[in-house]
């Protein structure tokens, strides 16, 4: 099995900036993929962003231009740095890995946007 840890959510006033991390027990290699989704209080999970182990990248409408997803040369951390935060961003966000074995959801990490 696959472990997630996240880290890096806290409370964060709106035009603020956060860096979540997740460090995974195994890299993406070149099938893999490994992204951020999110659930808000009474909505369903949403996808966020998520780059593969070839290195292509998607976002969410929502988050272009603010977020930026990331990994380390090792493929086993990525990282989401959100910039210009809106109260709607609040949200606990999920690590998500999806290869051939595993599909594998981290434990979640709080990001609180105040306005």
């Known amino acids: 099995q696959v472990q997630l840890v996240e880290s890096g959510g806290g409370l964060v006033q709106a035009g603020g900036s956060l860096r979540l991390s997740c460090a995974a027990s195994l890299s993406i290699t070149s099938i893999g993929v490994m992204g951020w989704y999110r659930q808000a209080p009474g909505k369903q999970r949403e996808f966020v962003a998520h780059i593969t182990g070839g290195g292509t990248i998607m976002y969410a409408d929502a988050v272009k231009g603010r977020f930026t997803i990331s990994a380390d040369n090792a493929k086993t951390t990525v990282y989401l740095q959100m910039n210009s935060l809106k109260p709607e961003d609040t949200a606990v966000y999920y690590c998500?890995?999806?290869?051939?074995?595993?599909?594998?959801w981290g434990q979640g990490t709080q990001v609180t946007v105040s306005s």
């Open positions: 998500n890995f999806v290869n051939l074995r595993f599909n594998t």
